[in-house]
């Protein structure tokens, strides 16, 4: 199965190893237009007390006993697609035969829309109430994203990125304005009335507050909860006698003996930030971690920090890392890694099997996995960054009135349905024998209809759990990706703010991509190591500080 998500990995990775900015504050105050944060803004956090206080219950359901468990939140594992999948939902959703307007973001080819599309008239048939989908391009989504809450003319349901979310300051004020509250809809055991969103992670939930209220429906993470993966070419390692590092001097020797410049192949593309996690650097909220006297310390001030800037200098120094990537070209490092250019780089986990599949048409013996974690110091374990943080949530329009937002979600509960329901097939794929036929093994292959109808006009509208299924063109993924996914999980690192929603201070957002800037000077060597103590003076000064004292006030405030 096709990742829906592979089109989004860049801002997906952009989300991830930095904060994005953007925006200006709306409903209480002028509506939103231009490209930054307020200069004053101060930064809001919502207490823990008050998000726990609204989670629904969560209720797991496996409508299909999987081959391999996953350790929550890894998701299960199927070896094979079920030959009888199962009706989860009797009743149809929809009453009113209202058409329900939706806006969400998608990366390929706008599909037709409603009255001419059979896959859509399919699912509505199923919902009892037609979907009017708009689908604009993801690329350009936060344009249309920052109109209508501008413009106050939100659709029925609206699906947010997260990663365009925290480029929006005061965002809690346009939910508060613009989105129905559904916290007594879903709240504790109320969300049995929709026992699919019940499935859905308390980990994703815990970010679907804003201003103690429940307000969106959580797209949970689909599969890796980790920031990031060092990939290897295993193929051509194991072709040339190296196996993958276990060590920091291993993953040294790797790039010495990989690398051999004069037939175009070097040991490294960008490896930065799994190094900084092998040394045990932190992560939280972009690199913070409290000391033993509750104080906070970010990772640019820790030695940890420092020895892993060291060791990366070294190898670009040393000429182990691509050209493409010492220029800051922003080089293509997919593309340098399929073609074995560079033999090791980092990536988001939704990578894996979609290059996996691809390049086994091209190349028979393509071979890509991760390298399992280990630590740089002895006698340490490392720190791997992740978060259970959802990838969309779904808003219902405001005002719309308990009966309209009562059907409202109970399509986004079909909508939820998790693997092993038929209603799970019937939005992934469509109808079979139309927008699908079945291969060999019973796994569903789109027809061109199916790839011309089909778009995100359902996929990522609320959530759903995910699952990893194994298919004939990625053989032996689904226990490759089981079994990284499982032991990694022992290293995730705690999130000590977890169930805060923070909304950090302007000036601490705006300080930290020029600050990375400075950092990857030093790396490629265009500033001396010892400058670190001078970029991270700046870094306090400028924003840095201020960041410390927000999220300790966060803390304390919360009784932590």
Not at 93 to 122: C, D, E, Q, R, V
Not at 428 to 454: C, M, N, S
Not at 480 to 505: S, V
Not at 529 to 534: E, F, G, I, P, T
Request: proline share 7%; aromatic share 10%.
């Amino acid at each position: 199965m096709t990742d829906p998500l592979a089109g989004a990995a860049t801002n997906r990775r952009q989300f991830l190893t930095m904060m994005g900015l953007g925006g200006a504050a709306l409903a209480a105050g002028p509506m939103l237009a231009g490209c930054s944060k307020e200069a004053g803004s101060k930064g809001t956090a919502t207490q823990a007390d008050a998000i726990q206080a609204v989670l629904p219950t969560r209720k797991p359901l496996d409508l299909l006993p999987p081959d391999i468990k996953g350790t929550a939140p890894i998701p299960n594992g199927y070896l094979k697609y079920p030959a009888n999948l199962v009706d989860a939902i009797t009743d149809k959703p929809g009453t009113s035969g209202k058409p329900i307007k939706t806006m969400a973001p998608w990366w390929g080819p706008t599909p037709p829309g409603l009255g001419k599309n059979s896959y859509l008239a399919a699912v509505n048939a199923e919902l009892g109430v037609p979907i009017d989908a708009s689908l604009l391009d993801g690329n350009t989504y936060a344009d249309k994203l920052s109109a209508v809450l501008g413009a106050r003319d939100v659709p029925d349901l609206l699906v947010a990125p997260n990663w365009e979310v925290d480029k929006i300051a005061r965002f809690s004020d346009a939910v508060k304005a613009l989105f129905e509250d559904l916290t007594d809809h879903l709240k504790g055991d109320a969300v049995n009335a929709y026992p699919m969103l019940a499935t859905l992670p308390t980990g994703a939930w815990e970010y679907s507050v804003w201003g103690g209220r429940l307000a969106g429906v959580p797209f949970p993470n689909d599969g890796l909860p980790y920031s990031w993966v060092l990939f290897h070419r295993k193929d051509l390692a194991d072709a040339a006698g190296l196996a993958a590092p276990k060590s920091i001097d291993e993953l040294y020797e790797f790039g010495k003996k990989a690398t051999n410049a004069g037939k175009g192949v070097w040991a490294f593309g960008s490896i930065f930030d799994m190094v900084q996690q092998f040394y045990g650097a932190p992560g939280v909220q972009n690199g913070w971690r409290r000391k033993a006297d509750g104080k906070l310390e970010h990772k640019y001030e820790t030695e940890e920090y420092r020895q892993a800037l060291e060791f990366t200098a070294r190898l670009f120094k040393e000429d182990m890392v691509h050209p493409d990537t010492v220029a800051s070209k922003g080089a293509d490092e997919k593309q340098l890694f399929k073609s074995g250019k560079i033999l090791m780089y980092q990536d988001g986990g939704g990578a894996w099997r979609g290059m996996q599949s691809e390049q086994l048409q091209v190349l028979p013996s393509f071979n890509m996995q991760p390298v399992p974690v280990f630590s740089a110091t002895p006698g340490k374990d490392p720190v791997i960054w992740g978060t259970e943080k959802p990838v969309f949530w779904t808003f219902i329009k405001k005002g719309l009135g308990q009966e309209r937002t009562r059907e409202l979600l109970g399509v986004l509960n079909w909508l939820a349905t998790p693997f092993g329901g038929k209603e799970w097939e019937l939005r992934e794929y469509g109808v079979e024998g139309k927008h699908f036929t079945r291969a060999a093994d019973g796994a569903p292959a789109q027809t061109e209809l199916g790839r011309k109808e089909i778009g995100s006009q359902y996929n990522f509208l609320g959530g759903r759990m995910p699952a990893v299924v194994q298919t004939p063109d990625v053989p032996n993924f689904v226990t490759d990706f089981l079994g990284y996914a499982n032991n990694t999980l022992t290293y995730l690192e705690k999130e000590f703010t977890a169930g805060i929603k923070l909304e950090l201070p302007a000036n601490y957002s705006k300080v930290l991509q020029p600050t990375e800037d400075k950092i990857a000077d030093i790396l490629r060597g265009r500033r001396p190591l010892s400058d670190l103590d001078q970029v991270v003076k700046e870094w306090r000064g400028n924003g840095g500080d201020e960041g410390r004292a927000f999220i300790e006030k966060a803390l304390a405030d919360s009784g932590r």
